[in-house]
């Protein structure tokens, strides 16, 4: 059972609040673009980019 975020659930809900939490306690990584979030992932962003 993961509860990284709380454990499961399966109500319906809202999935940026999950995922924001996710983001506050550090095992959710984001950008607000793929270069961004590259660099937050410590990667070169051609990984993310190139096709």
Known sequence: MDTAVGGPNMEPGDFTAVAE?????????????????????????DRLTSR
């Open 21 to 45: 939490e996710g983001v506050k306690q550090g095992i959710i990584t984001k950008g607000d673009t793929l270069e961004e979030l590259a660099k937050n992932l410590d990667m070169e962003s």
